[in-house]
T-cell receptor
Framework: SQKIEQNSEALNIQEGKTATLTCNYT??????LQWYRQDPGRGPVFLLL?????KEKRKERLKVTFDTTLKQSLFHITASQPADSATYLC?????????????FGQGTELSVKP | KAGVTQTPRYLIKTRGQQVTLSCSPI?????VSWYQQTPGQGLQFLFE???????NKGNFPGRFSGRQFSNSRSEMNVSTLELGDSALYLC????????????FGPGTRLTVL
């Protein structure tokens, strides 16, 4: 079955630096990949969607890349701020398999220190 | 537009009981999906309803069921609760047509004692 892996360890960076989060997947060719942000005790919030035929997508300080050959997506936050501290989840579309609507990774916790 | 709302926000039940959770999607959204989130398993898809019909289903036992009403509001029911059902239950809505961007509610924290 398909599997999604994100950095299991928390990522600690200094304010102003670029945070890079990784999402790897296996046994699947998704039509698109999404990134969400989740704060403690709250539901995930959609950030970006990138389709299989897109290499890169940007939104303000956020950038996502999608390499279907490596089966990997990278999520970058430039000029990071303490307010960016949260858990970031990647998700793949699940229509083509038994997983259902969206298959989520376990998430990577990001902590930005002032 | 108002966001996705879920009620109740917190719930404590005992083993063997059943529970019903409610979700009101964003106005105009016809798709409602339910997810279970636990520290060990992460976010897992339960099922999706679109125009009152179950369109997708995850790998959960039959104790987990749902339905959707004509106004797109959805309910999820868990019967014969087990300790392992303790989790954050999240509801998400989308238009169900053009993209699968999910708009999540705040969740219902269920504790089974």
């Amino acid at each position: 079955s398909q599997k999604i892996e994100q950095n299991s360890e928390a990522l600690n960076i200094q304010e102003g630096k670029t945070a890079t989060l990784t999402c790897n997947y296996t046994n699947y060719s998704p039509a698109y990949l999404q990134w969400y942000r989740q704060d403690p005790g709250r539901g995930p919030v959609f950030l970006l969607l990138i389709r299989e035929n897109e290499k890169e997508k940007r939104k303000e300080r956020l950038k996502v890349t999608f390499d279907t050959t490596l089966k990997q997506s990278l999520f970058h936050i430039t000029a990071s701020q303490p307010a960016d501290s949260a858990t970031y989840l990647c998700a793949l579309d699940g229509y083509h398999n038994q997983g259902g609507k969206l298959i989520f990774g376990q998430g990577t916790e990001l902590s930005v220190k002032p | 537009k108002a966001g996705v709302t879920q009620t109740p926000r917190y719930l404590i039940k005992t083993r063997g009981q059943q529970v019903t959770l409610s979700c009101s999607p964003i106005s105009g959204h016809r798709s409602v999906s339910w997810y279970q989130q636990t520290p060990g398993q992460g976010l897992q898809f339960l099922f999706e309803y679109f125009s009152e019909t179950q369109r997708n289903k995850g790998n959960f036992p039959g104790r987990f069921s749902g339905r959707q009403f004509s106004n797109s509001r959805s309910e999820m029911n868990v019967s014969t609760l087990e300790l392992g059902d303790s989790a954050l239950y999240l509801c998400a809505s989308s238009d169900g047509l053009s993209s699968d961007t999910q708009y999540f509610g705040p969740g219902t924290r269920l504790t089974v004692l």
